[in-house]
């Protein structure tokens, strides 16, 4: 019976002379069909009977086809594959037609290979549709009912030829199941040795793996005690299994086996548990070994099993070591860096909280002309006598007190347990101011020092870090600015903590009540004296304190988050200036400083946008140059480069400004759509009489040139300045011989004043 091909949709052809189904499929028919042929006995005489009555035992085929899916129905098992079939867009009809044609080739008695293939490919498709040997055994069960009847009951039958007849039918319906069945067989077979043949080839992968591993799975038998699994890696850990039922338990350090033993009883509970462990094999070097202990119980909830994983973490608990001290110390002077620093200082406060009379003393320098050691000898100069600063401040401390490089030239001692904070602080002291008589060395230079010393006392001068922290800062910052050698904090002398306080709340205020004002420094191109340009500076007039430059009140508005709004008010002033000199017909490009916090404002570039377009009347992009510092752009490189793209895509220059001073190079910037790079004052400044200033200040300019960049110099407060700057090449100047920062209706007089001509 064809029964799932004709679900599946493919139509048999149950012609004599019908398709064989690839060669595989006919060598077995041919096989086969000799056999059942031959087995069956099926006569050529047998088939004339047949064939004699073939018209009255198909007479009622119709009915039989509908009696036959009704009983297929009537079984859930069979239904749904119909309904199934029925879902698919089949229809039973259609299928009935194709049952119909089964049923009438098997009536005509064809025995040839080509048949017993097509019945055999049957088999197989049956197989890969799930249909049961059990429900092909029932349709021809129904088949040979069917045709019994019509053999006992037909009146133009003979009975002396009823029993061949039905002989021949018993054959050919034998025939018929048996190469089906034989090409499901034959099929599952096959599949069952595809299915062993890909069980073996995953077990050898698996075995491979396992091998390859660096980690040890094992698998133990808790009830009898013995080891059911451990993977070929285990030698590369231990050589030997000893101390089961924990692998490599003999080779356990001493001081670790009672944790392990521990966390096995754990287990042993019902826990899934973890441990490191240190494990040391007769003649080699102590290694780790992190185990992972998995209990398996039975449905009684009793553990009958553990599986285990055993891994070497000798290289990943060495990795954290050296993290945490590369985390935790200064990689110059190998000195606690200011996180482990703070960390210990916590504690000491936490500890003196919980004991009477107990203070903590914090002592913080800073190095006296230190920088004029980098700037005049260089960087290795100034490493070396950091390291020689360490060591001599070392030499004059407890083992329980704390050294730090808090970074820069800055140092911090913290004395943790002083029963006379302040005796002891002072002491401290003067002995550091001591380690700075003798002179330092770096080759065959001498080299003198100072230090500025604050000191904060817990808990006389706060409760906790920050506080002290800061408080020993304001000291020791007015220990420098004193010229003593050391000072304690003195809330009386110390002018800062309330002038900031009140300033804070002032800048709240400061931008509804129209206290800012922007102040404009002109630019001019150095070869022909033309005013190219201005800069946009922000003024504070205070009502009380008079005018406050931005140094003084930009930091608090980063910390209060005042940045964002006077951003955009400095941005709008700007824009709305230099539309206003445009209907006055002065062309002047305006640059304009922006913070760390405002350049990674997501927005900024849309609110540009929109600031160009306000007021009904709209500025194009180019009159608008945005300043940031290089140490703003490696702060987050990858944000400054997709912001600056797309500050160029929308026609906005951007310049680094103060360049020198913070940690890129030319050489990274090339990769980025700069406009212009500003050279920081501090170049500028002594280049006349500074031969490296000028070295550095060409060697800029040139470099600055070849990548395509426009130089600007700030700071040119001097004839000779610009005069040297003109032979260097530099293109633009900014300073004080040029022109003050001026309010806008007096930058228009002074251009009116100066007109085209060049400076002098």
Request: with cysteine; hydrophobic share 40%.
């Amino acid at each position: 019976m064809a029964f799932k091909q004709n679900i599946s949709g493919r139509k048999s052809n149950y012609m004599c002379k019908g398709s064989i189904h690839g060669a595989k499929s006919a060598s077995n028919g041919r096989e086969l069909n000799t056999e059942f042929n031959l087995f069956l006995r099926i006569a050529e005489s047998e088939k004339a009977l047949l064939e004699q009555y073939h018209d009255i035992l198909t007479k009622d085929a119709g009915p039989f086809i509908e009696a036959f899916y009704t009983y297929l129905l009537a079984f859930p098992i069979t239904a749904n594959v119909l309904h199934h079939y029925q879902k698919n867009g089949g229809e039973l009809p259609r299928l009935a037609e194709t049952q119909s044609a089964h049923f009438q080739k098997l009536l005509s008695g064809c025995t040839d290979e080509q048949s017993a293939a097509q019945l055999f490919h049957i088999g197989q498709i049956h197989l890969r549709h799930k249909i049961e040997p059990v429900w092909i055994m029932a349709s021809y069960q129904l088949y040979l009912d069917h045709l019994r009847r019509i053999i006992d009951t037909a009146p133009d039958i003979p009975t002396d030829k009823r029993y061949a007849l039905e002989s021949i039918l018993v054959k050919l319906l034998f025939r018929d199941m048996g190469l089906m069945l034989e090409g499901y067989w034959h099929s599952a077979m096959s599949m069952a040795q595809i299915e062993q043949s890909r069980a073996e080839t995953l077990q050898a992968q698996v075995s491979n793996l396992l091998a390859n591993l660096p980690q040890v799975l094992w698998s133990v038998d808790v009830k009898n005690n013995q080891l059911i699994y451990i993977s070929p890696g285990a030698r590369n850990i231990c050589s030997q299994d000893i101390g089961l039922p924990i692998p490599c338990m003999g080779w356990t350090h001493p001081d670790d086996r009672e944790l392990v033993n521990l966390k096995w009883e754990e287990a042993l509970l019902g826990h899934k548990v973890e441990v490191e462990s240190r494990v040391q094999a007769p003649g080699e070097q102590t290694r780790w070994l992190r185990r992972v202990f998995h209990p398996f119980l039975d449905e009684a909830g009793e553990v009958i099993r553990i599986d285990g994983l055993m891994d070497d973490t000798t290289e990943s608990k060495e990795s954290i070591e050296r993290l945490h001290f590369l985390a935790t110390t200064d990689n110059l002077t190998t000195l606690p860096n200011r996180a482990l620093f703070l960390d210990r200082f916590n504690q000491a406060i936490a500890l003196a909280k919980r004991e009477q009379n107990r203070q903590v003393a914090l002592v913080l320098l800073d190095l006296d002309h230190f920088k004029e050691i980098n700037d005049t000898l260089g960087h290795p100069a100034g490493d070396e006598v950091l390291r020689q600063v360490a060591q001599r401040l070392a030499g004059i401390l407890r083992e329980s007190d704390t050294l730090a490089r808090l970074g820069g030239d800055e140092f911090a001692i913290l004395l943790p347990d002083a029963q006379e904070g302040k005796a002891a602080a002072e002491t401290v002291a003067k002995n550091i101011l001591d380690c700075f008589v003798e002179p330092f060395w770096f080759l065959k230079n001498e080299l003198y020092l100072g230090a500025g010393i604050g000191i904060s006392i817990y808990p006389d001068h706060g409760n906790d870090v920050d506080v002290l922290m800061s408080r020993a800062d304001v000291a020791m910052y007015g220990a420098k600015h004193r010229n003593v050698g050391f000072l304690f904090y003195d809330p009386q002398t110390d002018p800062h903590t309330q002038e900031r306080l009140q300033l804070s709340s002032d800048l709240r205020h400061a931008l509804e009540r129209n206290e800012f004002i922007l102040h404009y420094q002109p630019q001019v191109d150095i070869s022909n004296g033309r005013i190219i340009g201005v800069e946009a500076l922000i003024r504070w007039y205070h009502p009380e304190h008079g005018t406050i430059f931005p140094d003084q009140f930009i930091p608090f508005s980063e910390n209060t988050g005042l940045i964002n709004p006077i951003t955009e008010w400095v941005l709008r002033t700007a824009i709305r200036q230099c539309k206003t000199w445009q209907t006055e017909g002065i062309e002047l490009r305006i640059a304009v400083n922006v913070t760390a916090r405002s350049f990674q404002d997501p927005l900024l570039v849309e609110k540009l946008e929109a600031l160009l377009c306000e007021d009904g009347t709209s500025l194009t992009p180019d009159r608008i140059e945005i300043e940031i510092t290089e140490n703003i752009l490696m702060e987050d490189i990858e944000h400054g480069a997709k912001t600056i793209g797309r500050l160029r895509d929308l026609g906005i220059s951007v310049s680094i400004d103060d360049f020198g001073t913070g940690y890129s190079s030319l050489a990274y910037l090339k990769k980025l759509p700069i406009h212009s790079i500003k050279i920081d004052k501090s170049f500028v400044l002594n280049m006349t009489e500074d031969n490296n200033d000028e070295v550095i200040v060409r060697s800029t300019i040139e470099l600055a040139h070849n990548l395509g960049y426009v130089v600007v110099a700030e700071g040119v407060e001097n004839k000779d300045s610009l005069d040297l700057l003109e032979i260097l090449g530099c293109d633009h100047a900014q300073g004080y011989h040029i022109s003050h920062p001026l309010p806008a209706d007096e930058l228009v007089s002074w251009i009116n004043d100066v007109g085209l001509l060049p400076v002098s």
